[in-house]
């Protein structure tokens, strides 16, 4: 093992620049926004900390930066700017974080004699993106994955990061009507099945080496390359045993509630059912025939009715979700997480909510041949997908830890890590590791904190199984 400095919060900060003009035009890639001579402005100097954030059901990576302005640099923001920086942590040699973001807000502004204190809010140039071009199109004739990496590539611009997309299966058809590129993102998300794991429950989310768009199974399988070889973070006395350690234990841990029975009931993650209707749909007769027109006729006899009809309600008890999951192979650990909890409670005759979902049905017909708008798949997929997407989020949930550590920028949300957590209880004089919160976790959620005295992670867990007690 290569050493690490004894001060695992170390850090160097390489660039650190506000860019003060730059030609930003939504129509070009994000990559390519022309900088001016002399636009850069180092931010080192007054700069008192900030905050890095991602997060796994968040489409964009943002930032919260601390000014302590004595230079009056503020009488020069707009709120449009670039800001770059490259930071690495002594805790992951050989790795760096570069960003590069936009300021949308300057806000909380203390002003003093001196100097002026305030806030710089950041997301990235995607975002801005995602709000200036709007989609108003048709999608049809493709898988919804595909949909999704054509809107990353067409209305965000996005270029210059690692892109994942995890195909789906069966066409995908919809009409976006003045939608962001985000909504659109939405809505296709937990409607459709994947053609690697075969089931639903796709996260679009941004991190520090760019986007993905992975069902939880994915994520949580052997497919993640971070789970051959995770990086483990153990709980025990810091500055103890050798330092080179040191980097990798955990200072703090925020235990979740425990139970809590009620609110699981009320949210139905422990049993749920979907119930889809179609709007009332064309039938043969309102249909128009390949090449020809409707009838005119107001002979109630040359008429047919339109006529509606209901999906099978399709149940998703918590039980049956962990099955599916463990049949893709899409388990972090290996055993159900709620064994004490009573079997009435994934009773699917006895689910705690009811939703209802709008279905597709006949809305992309052109003529009664293709009654379906060659997506047959989308009404059951809809229907099945919404009831998984909703139950896989809600097991992956199952047990979330809050850990903070030494700064490591060679993190990032969707990695699989280890936490080594002993028991309350020692066997024969050895300390057992927990198996409720030991395991492999995945990070869903992660702020980097950085003060000119070091820099910190604070990481936010979540497991969808336990590990079996060795």
Not at 387 to 394: H, K
Not at 459 to 466: F, Q, V
Request: hydrophobic share 35%.
């Amino acid at each position: 093992m290569s050493e690490l400095p004894v001060q695992p919060k170390g850090y160097k900060i390489t660039r650190f620049n506000l860019v003060a003009a730059d030609k930003y035009d939504p129509k070009q890639k994000v990559d390519e926004a022309e900088i001016a001579d002399g636009a850069l402005i180092d931010l080192r100097k007054v700069c008192s900390g900030w905050n890095y954030i991602e997060s796994i059901d968040s489409p964009s990576v943002r930032m919260e930066i601390a000014i302590y302005d004595t230079v009056d640099l503020i009488s020069s923001l707009s709120g449009n700017e670039l800001i770059q920086l490259t930071i690495e942590t002594d805790s992951a040699p050989g790795a760096s974080l570069e960003i590069e973001q936009r300021i949308f807000k300057i806000g909380n502004i203390i002003k003093s004699e001196r100097a002026v204190a305030y806030m710089i809010f950041t997301v990235s140039p995607e975002t801005i993106n995602n709000e200036t071009n709007k989609v108003f199109k048709s999608f049809k004739g493709n898988i919804g994955s595909a949909h999704v990496k054509t809107l990353v590539d067409e209305k965000l611009m996005s270029a210059g990061k690692e892109y994942s997309y995890e195909p789906s299966k069966g066409n995908f058809n919809f009409i976006a009507t003045t939608w962001r590129p985000y909504d659109c993102i939405g809505y296709i998300s937990d409607k459709i099945v994947s053609s690697v794991t075969n089931t639903a429950g796709y996260m679009f989310f941004e991190n520090s080496k760019g986007y993905y768009f992975h069902t939880i199974d994915w994520l949580c399988s052997d497919r993640n390359p971070t789970k051959a070889k995770p990086v483990k973070y153990t709980y025990e006395q810091a500055n103890v045993g050798e330092s080179t350690f040191n980097a990798f234990k955990i200072e703090q841990i925020i235990f979740p509630d425990r139970g809590n029975h009620l609110e699981k009931l009320r949210s139905g993650t422990y049993s749920n059912t979907v119930i889809g209707i179609k709007a009332p749909s064309l039938t043969s007769g309102n249909l128009p025939e390949e090449g020809s027109s409707e009838s005119d006729s107001d002979s109630p006899g040359d008429q047919k009715s339109a006529s509606g009809s209901i999906e099978p309600p399709m149940h998703m008890g918590l039980d049956k979700v962990f099955g599916v999951a463990n049949k893709a192979g899409g388990l972090l650990n290996d055993q159900f997480p709620y064994p004490k909890v009573p079997d009435i409670y994934f009773d699917e005759t006895r689910p705690s909510r009811t939703k209802i979902r709008a279905l597709p049905g006949m809305k992309n017909s052109a003529h009664a041949s293709d009654s379906t708008g060659s997506a047959g798949n989308m009404d059951y997929d809809t229907v099945w997908a919404s009831a998984y997407s909703f139950s896989r989020w809600q097991l992956l949930k199952a047990i979330s830890l809050d850990i903070t550590v030494p700064g490591n920028v060679g993190l990032f949300v969707g990695q699989i890590i280890q936490l080594k957590i002993p028991a309350s209880t020692k066997s024969e004089e050895r300390t057992m590791e927990d198996p409720v919160y030991s395991g492999l976790y995945l990070i869903t959620g992660l702020t980097h904190e950085y003060t000119p005295e070091g820099v910190t992670t604070i990481l936010n867990l979540s497991k969808d199984s336990i590990t079996t007690p060795s």
